[in-house]
C-alpha cells in the first residue's frame, strides 16, 4: 500500500515529486557544502543563493539520468518482499551515490564559476563528506516530505473519486 500511496502514480506526479525533492535538497545541501568549504558566514551564504538556480538545473538533468541507474542497482539489492522502508532507503542510497559523484565535481564548477582540475583532484577527499550531508538531508527531510505531499494528494484524490461515487 505504501508503494501505491507515497510514491508517484503518473508523470504529473513524478514532476511534483522532484520538484519537492530538488527544491529542498539543492536550497540544504548546496549552502551546507558550501559552508563546509569555505565557512560560515552570511556572505557565504548569499554566494549561494546567487549559484542555487544552475546548480537546481543540474540536479534536475542529473535525477533524470540518474534515475534508471539507480533503479536498476535498488532492483539488484532489494528483493520482492522486501519492505517499502528498505526498498525506498536503498533506492535513496544509490541516487546520493551517483548524484553525489557527479554533483562533487560539477557542483564545484558551478560554485567557483570556474573549470578546473581542482574538484577532480580533491574528489577523494570532499566526496565522502557531500555524500554523508545528502544522505542525511534526502534520506531524513527531503524525501520523507516530498513522500508525504504525495500522500496527501492521493488521499484527496481517492476521497473525491469515492465522494464522485457516491453522488452518482
Known amino acids: 500500500m505504501d508503494f501505491y500511496m507515497k510514491l508517484p502514480r503518473n508523470k504529473k506526479e513524478f514532476a511534483i515529486f522532484m520538484a519537492v525533492i530538488s527544491i529542498i535538497s539543492v536550497n540544504t545541501i548546496a549552502p551546507l557544502i558550501t559552508f563546509f568549504e569555505v ?16 546548480i537546481w538545473c543540474t540536479v534536475i538533468a542529473l535525477v533524470l539520468i540518474t534515475y534508471k541507474p539507480a533503479e536498476w542497482l535498488t532492483s539488484k539489492v532489494a ?18 551515490l551517483l548524484m553525489s559523484v557527479f554533483l562533487t565535481v560539477i557542483g564545484t564548477w558551478i560554485g567557483t564559476r570556474h573549470i578546473s582540475m581542482e574538484p577532480i583532484r580533491m574528489f577523494f ?44
Open 39 to 54: 565557512g560560515f558566514h552570511l556572505s557565504v551564504w548569499a554566494d549561494t543563493l546567487k549559484v542555487i538556480p544552475f
Open 79 to 96: 528483493k520482492q518482499g522486501d519492505s517499502f522502508s528498505a526498498h525506498i532507503t536503498i533506492n535513496i542510497l544509490f541516487s546520493v
Open 125 to 168: 577527499y570532499k566526496w565522502p563528506r557531500n555524500f554523508a550531508i545528502s544522505f542525511g538531508i534526502e534520506a531524513c527531510l527531503a524525501q520523507p516530505i516530498a513522500r508525504l505531499v504525495l500522500l496527501k494528494l492521493h488521499q484527496y484524490q481517492d476521497s473525491k473519486k469515492r465522494n464522485e461515487g457516491i453522488t452518482e
